[in-house]
């Protein structure tokens, strides 16, 4: 659903930055062709920024069951690096969905071009971002409160299964309206 919302957001924009009106059927007709390839996309950016990230937690575990403690030193700065790299390319591919929608390119052809559109303004794009990601964090918690504060009223408590449910049930809508924005 997130992903849906996510080529939606993207064509009503695309419209509104136009001067164009952005009808529902219009919107849904420019959306429903990329949808997969929206899905591809993310399994991509995913594979991309996350490989590493779990690559370098592999051979950090494998370094620590084999030789010990005393391969923190090289872990840690090893650890940074993944992370500096993951967020540098997050950054990059950020603009591959507008791309991939607007442009109506293909998955590999949305990445090259997010490459070339965040090319003098990555630090722009990912002061942005990061804006963007605490705006998101209190709106979701703002969301996800009053779920969570009746779940507390109705299971008479905050521990059990009810509750929880509840709090992974609002946590889940608050990041599926939220996170395509």
Known sequence: AGLVLTGAL?????????????????????VRPRILPLLGLSL???LLVGGPIVA???????????AGNSTLALTIPLAIA???FAIYLY???SLAPAALVLEKVGVR??????????RGSWWRILGISVLAGIIGAV??????????IAAVLVAGGSDG?????????????????????
Request: aromatic share 4%.
């Open 56 to 66: 370098a937690i592999a051979l950090a575990v494998v370094l620590a069951l084999t």
């Open 82 to 84: 993944i992370g500096v």
């Open 161 to 181: 299964t009810p509750f929880l449910i509840a709090q992974q049930v609002g946590a889940g809508l608050a990041s599926v309206l939220v996170a395509p924005f």
């Open 91 to 93: 950054t990059r591919l």
């Open 44 to 46: 991509v950016t995913g």
């Open 10 to 30: 993207i064509a009503v924009i695309g419209n509104a930055v136009q001067g164009k009106p952005a009808p529902m059927d219009q919107v849904w007709a420019k």
């Open 109 to 118: 052809e949305s990445l090259r071009r997010s490459g070339v559109l965040v």
């Open 139 to 148: 709106v979701s918690g703002i969301i996800a409160a009053p779920i969570s």
